[in-house]
């Protein structure tokens, strides 16, 4: 029975990170826990149920330990893989990777491409939390000819939504882009064209996982409090994509220093060589 924690990490510490615990059981798959924070995941293992009508929550820096913890508990036995959304490497990094032009060329024409690293974003955030999962025993896994029995990857989850929908470009379901989605719709139309979008993730996920334990809420006059729900769906598929990539089913881009594993069935181009230097 192995299991996959997904974090969908925060680029800095002022906003939450999703995470969500996904379980292998012999008809396959489940949801076991999920939280759209660090503190409240946590919680859930000492038996305190997330409560998604809290308006606000807080971000901070991961508690990698507490939450391998507190995903032990949950499951039953040690997280066997981590799947991060964060841009990740084995050197320091300021700037854009080798993994982010390869995602970016083969998505970027579906709307998919990836964000830019920075020296402050994530930064040292973003080495902590890679030295925190070292620490943990977990091994940084950049190439299919490398598979530690405990490692943890880094996926990105808009070419994941590609393949789990499936879709053909770019799923519209980030809370702080809907003027950028339909800039001649007004504020309500544009909330509930975002529920439609988050309705067909949550459904998705439900296919692939069973119960996810939540909810999303039919109608709301704010689009922040949505976001919460955004978080948790993201650390759900990032869940997700590790199940697929413990099946053998997902595909690096980068090298060995640096990789995003994608689903391989939404990858057009050449793959790359299994071997990556």
């Known amino acids: 029975m192995r299991s996959v924690l997904g974090i969908d990490a925060a680029w800095s510490t002022t906003q939450p990170s999703g995470v ?6 012999d008809a396959g798959w489940s949801c076991g826990a999920v939280a759209p924070s660090y503190e409240e995941f946590i919680a859930i293992a000492e038996g305190t149920a997330v409560k998604w009508g809290e308006k606000t929550r807080r971000g901070s820096v991961p508690d990698v330990q507490g939450l391998l913890e507190a995903a032990e508990s949950l499951a039953g036995a040690p997280v066997d893989l981590v799947a991060v959304d964060m841009p990740l490497a084995r050197s320091a990094f300021e700037t854009r990777r080798p993994a982010d032009n390869e995602v970016s060329k083969e998505f970027g024409a579906r709307l998919c491409a990836t964000h830019s690293p920075t020296a402050t974003r994530p930064g040292q955030l973003g080495r902590e939390l890679t030295q ?3 620490d943990a025993g977990l091994s940084l896994a950049t190439s299919s000819m490398l598979s530690p ?3 943890f990857i880094e996926v990105y989850p808009h070419p ?3 393949s789990l929908l499936p879709s053909e470009k770019r799923v519209r379901y980030k809370v702080s882009k809907t003027r950028k989605y339909w800039p001649a719709e007004d504020a309500p139309t544009r909330i509930r064209k975002l529920l439609t979008e988050l309705s067909a993730i949550h459904d998705a996920l439900e296919i692939s996982l069973g119960s996810l334990g939540f909810d999303l809420p039919t109608a709301t006059s704010h689009f922040s409090s949505l976001k919460r729900y955004e978080d948790a769906l993201d650390a759900l598929v990032c869940a997700w994509a590790g199940t697929e990539h413990l099946l053998g089913r997902t595909t690096p881009l980068g090298n060995h220093d640096a990789a995003i594993w994608c689903p391989t ?3 057009r181009g050449r793959i790359p060589d299994k071997a990556m230097s």
């Open 132 to 134: 925190q999962l070292a």
């Open 20 to 25: 969500a615990l996904v379980v292998e059981h």
């Open 149 to 151: 029995q405990r490692s």
């Open 160 to 162: 994941a939504l590609l």
């Open 265 to 267: 069935d939404v990858i």
